[in-house]
């Protein structure tokens, strides 16, 4: 396998598997939403959307790191056709989710628990609800609640440590069985129309005091 064909497959296994596209779809909403209710806030959109990513990040992190430790990545694959198959990358996917660190750092990141903690702390020591600090942190909460919304199969405990209940979704972003197709068609179609909009708004408002 060539080193382009291993960037395709790794991109590919990867996204299903940890649900990278979901993740930019975060990234996307939280910025548009921060573009729509506080444009004049450039810092507290960036630190929104930082927020809205940062729960899975673990997961590209462990990806690598596992990688290398395995053997399945490596400086070599760049320069040579010695590359991980698509079957050794989903392997290595799998392993992330069933490794005791992955699940720690997954059920915690996606747990109202902490998130609740973060929020008083950064509350408390900034005593507004909309700094950047705080943006960050409804940036993380939007995370988890479309998560909640999206996941059937694979959902999280909300209340993790104190509980392991989940809540299964009716619609899943990526499951065949639970619409997952359907929802990226309507996903992706929402966001290039929002984006649309964000870039027609930026360019009528430069244009107008010229005119």
């Known amino acids: 396998m060539c080193y382009t064909e291993c960037r395709s497959s790794c991109f590919s296994v990867f996204q299903r598997g940890c649900g990278a596209v979901n993740t930019v779809h975060h990234a996307a909403w939280t910025y548009i939403a921060g573009k729509i209710s506080i444009p004049e806030r450039k810092a ?3 630190w929104a959307t930082a927020g809205a990513v940062m729960p899975d990040v673990s997961y590209v992190v462990l990806f690598f790191g596992m990688g290398v430790e395995r053997g399945t990545l490596h400086a070599g694959m760049l320069l040579s056709a010695d590359a991980p198959s698509r079957w050794e990358l989903h392997e290595l996917v799998h392993a992330i989710f069933e490794h005791p660190l992955g699940i720690l750092l997954r059920n915690s990141a996606h747990s109202l628990v902490f998130w609740a903690g ?3 702390l ?3 020591l900034t005593r507004t609800l909309l700094s950047n600090a705080m943006l960050f942190v409804w940036g993380w909460l939007g995370h988890i ?14 209340f993790y440590p104190f509980s392991e209940w989940t809540f299964p979704a009716f619609v899943s972003y990526w499951d065949p069985a639970y619409y997952g197709p359907l929802f990226s068609l309507v996903s992706n179609l929402l966001l290039l129309a929002c984006g649309t909009f964000l870039v027609l708004r930026h360019y009528l408002r430069r244009k107008r005091p010229s005119e």
Do not use: K
Request: hydrophobic share 60%.
């Open 44 to 46: 507290g959109v960036r």
């Open 118 to 120: 973060a929020a008083l």
């Open 122 to 124: 950064f509350w408390l």
């Open 145 to 158: 609640l479309l998560d909640a919304l999206t996941h059937v199969t694979d959902a999280t405990p909300l």
